[in-house]
């Protein structure tokens, strides 16, 4: 079945800077590739999302890439703010066969002021 | 659309007593999916739902736990009896059928098992 991998597993960044966290996938089939941004105490909210027709997406400061070739997948956000604070987890899902969602195991962002 | 509902939103039982988790989907949607979180473990996929009927369960951990959908609009997950180690915060998420539609979670509720 389908493996995430997601590092690193804290990230601390200043204000302003950019944040990086990748993630790599281990089955081929896999094409819908989401990123959630977990706030403490709620469920994880889609902040963005990627299919495997499209190499890179973008929505304001956050930005995904999408590498098939390799299966890895990276999410880019630019000039942080003190509420990019939260836990974020990358996931994959193929189409095919059973549609499970498999998480990585999360990367704790911290910005400080 | 309130979301995806769950309750209760805190569970404080002893063990060895039964324990029900409750979800109300998104109206219309198709997939229904129990989640647990640890720290120690991630997001685990217990099990889901393809319109009502259980698609996976794979997930869940061991013959104590299991979920039923009895309708479009409602979803449990039993554990009996709980033990400590299911102490955990357990996620509902719901999503339309089609590809690549995103899942939508509820709150959580979060279960201590002492």
């Known amino acids: 079945g389908e493996n995430v991998e997601q590092h690193p597993s804290t990230l601390s960044v200043q204000e302003g800077d950019s944040a990086v966290i990748k993630c790599t996938y281990s089955d081929s089939a896999s094409n819908y590739f989401p990123w959630y941004k977990q706030e403490l105490g709620k469920g994880p909210q889609l902040i963005i999302d990627i299919r495997s027709n499209v190499g890179e997406k973008k929505d304001q400061r956050i930005a995904v890439t999408l590498n098939k070739t390799a299966k890895h997948f990276s999410l880019h956000i630019t000039e942080t703010q003190p509420e990019d604070s939260a836990v974020y987890f990358c996931a994959a899902r193929a189409f095919t066969g059973f549609q499970k969602l498999v998480f990585g195991t999360g990367t704790r962002l911290l910005v400080s002021p | 659309d309130a979301g995806v509902i769950q309750s209760p939103r805190h569970e404080v039982t002893e063990m060895g007593q039964e324990v029900t988790l409750r979800c109300k989907p998104i109206s219309g949607h198709d997939y229904l999916f129990w989640y647990r979180q640890t720290m120690m473990r991630g997001l685990e996929l217990l099990i889901y739902f393809n319109n009502n009927v259980p698609i996976d369960d794979s997930g869940m951990p061991e013959d104590r736990f299991s979920a039923k959908m009895p309708n479009a609009s409602f979803s449990t997950l039993k554990i009996q009896p709980s033990e400590p180690r299911d102490s955990a915060v357990y996620f509902c998420?719901?999503?339309?059928?089609?590809?690549?539609?995103?899942?939508?979670f509820g709150q959580g509720t979060r279960l201590t098992v002492v």
């Open positions: 998420a719901s999503r339309w059928d089609g590809m690549n539609t995103e899942a939508f």
